[in-house]
């Protein structure tokens, strides 16, 4: 797969949207319903490329094909090391290696961007986002059982943690 990696411009969000509104539909995000442009511009504008940016993956097509994210884990001070990642790939794109090398992307860049633990809160029926962030060697720090109640159901919800320390 022929991929090259840059940082995110508000120019990209529809792409940014039109991925993450897939995974919304089989039920891997936080979200019942697909969003627009509109709903994710603030959402955007809150991520910075010096500190917590969003890298998009750019296909041999110019085409963006996936996307990494990082955000403060939480708004305490104690917690500005610590950063959340998130990861999306098209439909299309998946089973190809690209969650895989965005992680190393965010594993490769944290540091720069002043992160010294990264941790990524999965839903626990979602076998292959575990399944990538184990490879990368991130650990299970915790299972938060029925914390999320999506489609009518509660699910429980993995956290999972990397640190350079």
Sequence with gaps: MDIHFRYATEDDLEAIVEIYNQAVMQGFTSHEQSLSVEDRVDWFR?????TRPIWVAIGSNQDICGWVSVRDYYGNPAYRHTAEVSVYVSTENRGQGL????VDLVIENARSKDILTLIAV????NL???KLFENKRFERWGLMPSVTHLFGQTKDVVLMGYSYD
């Design 128 to 130: 292959p986002s575990i």
């Design 122 to 125: 999965i839903y626990a029926d």
């Design 46 to 50: 809150k991520h910075s490329n010096k």
């Design 99 to 102: 969650g895989s090398a965005l």
